[in-house]
Every structure is written in C-alpha cells, then in structure tokens.
C-alpha cells in the first residue's frame, strides 16, 4: 500500500518568506509526527499529533513554526519568516496509534526546505 | 533530558565483515531503544527494537541487546554486505509518548 507521502519534495525560499510542507499519512494511521533534520544530524521531534490535536508541541523551537491536522488526516507545517537557520529537511511520520511503542513509526522521504 | 550517542562514523567495511556499530543513551526511566536505517535516496526505516532490559531485537541478520546496566544497545552483523551501506540510527522512546529521540547516525559503507 502507499506510505506516507510528503509535498514539495524540494524547496527553495528566500529569507523572510512564509513556507508549508505537507505531510500525508498512510491512510488508517491516527497518528502524525514531524521531525526536522538537519545535515549530518540526527531527526529532531518538532511536533506529535493524535488525531486533529497536537498532543505534544515541545520540539517547536519558536513562534514561527505552527502545525496543523483539522480533519486527522493530512498535516501541513507551516514556517513563518523563514531563517537560513531553517535549511533541513523535514520527516513525517506516521502511526497506527500515538504513544504505544509497539506500533512502528513509517517514515515519509522528507521535503528538503533551503532557505537562501 | 533525553540524549543518544553513536559512534562516529564513517565506517568502512570489505564485504563478509565484523559489524558492531555502537549507541548509548541517557534517560529517566526505561525507554524502549530502535536501529533505524536510511539506505540512499530512501525514506528512514525500522530496522529493529527492543521495548525491555535483556530483550534482544533481530531482523535481516542485524542484532542489537538492550543493556540497562550499560545503558546500551550496540548494533551487530556478523558477516555484512554491500547492500548493507546506509546510514544508521540509534532512538529511545518512551512508553505513552510520541516523541523519540535520535542519534545523529553512523554511515557504514560496504566495499565488495
């Protein structure tokens, strides 16, 4: 079946720009999760949400950074003034359930956002 | 808060080769530990875990035990090959919470 997908692959902005990166989960999937990646790193938790509701923010590393679910299902990321500081690429992720570890995270292949 | 620490990379290896790729963490409680793997031009992977102290995960000849007492979850392979380059990651997540936290990855390169 289709796993989960993320739009644009690649963007390119300028500094200052307002951006989205959107995130569909594999269908079914209650769960969606947003990490950020940035070179030579490790993913860093953004954002968690359990059905439409973001059930832990604490990775937002600002105001600019806002995430949303209304119907459950896609999740667009949106990133205001956007900073060089920004450049990475960003993961979704989604699962059959939230907290439970024993349902595997699948991830989707990333938009690589660059901020110039 | 919670950390994850590899072993710098990168790591070559000629194929048939010994691999142990190190992780260690640092975290309250007892969280459950993964490898994921990213292999080029794809999307990160599961690649196995372990969700107790003593547990063992496997898959695809890849073994990691999940030790307490060294709060560690050392990665292995007895005999690698090619198809195994990629870059590898260690993460803990905890019980009832969506967050994991992850290494910042290990690239092994197999050469044949």
């Known amino acids: 079946g289709a796993g989960v997908s993320q739009t644009p692959s690649n963007k390119v902005t300028e500094k200052g720009k307002y951006v989205e990166l959107r995130c569909d989960p594999i269908s079914g999937h209650t769960a969606l999760y947003w990490y950020r990646q940035s070179l030579g790193q490790g993913p860093e938790f953004l954002i968690y949400f359990q059905g439409t509701g973001a059930a832990d923010d604490s990775g937002l590393p600002n105001d600019r950074f806002f995430a949303v679910r209304p119907e459950g299902s896609v999740s667009t990321l949106k990133i205001q003034r956007t900073e060089r500081g920004d450049s990475a690429v960003y993961l979704c992720?989604?699962?059959?359930?939230?907290?439970?570890?024993?349902?595997?995270?699948?991830f989707g292949p990333g938009t690589r956002l660059t901020v110039t | 808060g919670d950390s994850v620490t590899q072993m710098e990379g990168p790591v070559t290896l000629s194929e048939e080769a010994f691999l142990t790729i190190n992780c260690t963490y640092t975290?309250?409680?007892?969280?459950?530990l993964f490898w994921y793997v990213q292999y080029p031009g794809e999307g990160l992977q599961l690649l196995l875990k372990a969700t107790k102290a003593d547990d063992k995960g496997s898959n695809k000849g890849f073994e990691a035990t999940y030790r307490k007492e060294t709060t560690s979850f050392h990665l292995e392979k007895g005999s690698v090959q090619v198809s195994d380059s990629a870059v590898y990651f260690c993460?803990?997540?905890?019980?009832?919470?969506?967050?994991?936290?992850f290494g910042d990855g290990t690239t092994l390169t197999v050469k044949p």
């Open positions: 992720a989604s699962s059959t359930q939230g907290t439970s570890v024993y349902y595997e995270q699948y």
């Open positions: 975290a309250t409680g007892y969280p459950s």
């Open positions: 993460a803990l997540r905890h019980t009832n919470a969506g967050k994991s936290t």
